[in-house]
């Protein structure tokens, strides 16, 4: 049987439901236990089709990653403000940081630090990367309003990794005071972000 000729069009439906399977996949079985064949399975594809995608898992994590992102983050902080219409206040920033350590919203509380580090040594997308993250930072610091003039765009960087690798290492802190460090974590965060009121 010859194999199926897909469209652009057609292929770019197939990315995205491959895509929209991940989530939920990962959410129920965690980052290694999502396999390509479930993955496949949830599409409604052959296992070699994921291949004419993604060479494997963990490109397909990298574009998963940001295409949560992207269909997220008009969800948490709204149209009106990524249109320039309004900008959010400290309480607003805080929900924000907040929803990226939330298991209803992202992926990073469903990895853990070995799949951080497996992202980061089998692709580009994840490694440090001073001017790309600056750039990520500087936009972020757009939508808000009563920034500080002199915020460090690295360790702006830096701290919201910190906290994504919290939420990553949940099992090896003590679950007691897990809510109160990601609390004291955004606190952080905010301080360097905000002027005081």
Request: glycine share 4%; hydrophobic share 40%.
């Amino acid at each position: 049987m010859p194999d199926r000729v897909f469209t652009v069009e057609d292929k770019e439906k197939l990315r995205l439901v491959m895509l929209e399977a991940g989530f939920p996949l990962i959410k129920q079985y965690g980052v290694l236990h999502t396999t390509v064949e479930k993955i496949a399975d949830a599409a409604g594809i052959a296992k070699g089709t994921f291949y004419h995608f993604w060479k494997n898992k963990e490109e397909y994590l990298a574009d998963l990653i940001r295409y949560h992102r992207v269909t997220t983050i008009p969800k948490i902080v709204g149209e009106d403000v990524l249109k320039g219409k309004r900008k959010l206040g400290r309480e607003e920033g805080r929900s924000y940081l907040r929803a990226m350590v939330d298991k209803e919203i992202s992926i990073y509380p469903y990895m853990t630090i070995a799949d951080e580090a497996r992202l980061m040594s089998k692709t580009n997308d994840f490694n440090p990367d001073e001017k790309k993250e600056s750039a990520i930072a500087a936009s972020l610091l757009g939508y808000l309003q009563n920034v500080k003039k002199d915020v460090d765009l690295l360790l702006l960087a830096n701290m919201v990794k910190v906290l994504v690798l919290t939420s990553e290492a949940r099992d090896e802190l003590h679950e007691s005071t897990y809510e109160k460090t990601i609390d004291v974590l955004i606190d952080s965060i905010l301080d360097q972000i905000f002027e005081r009121d």
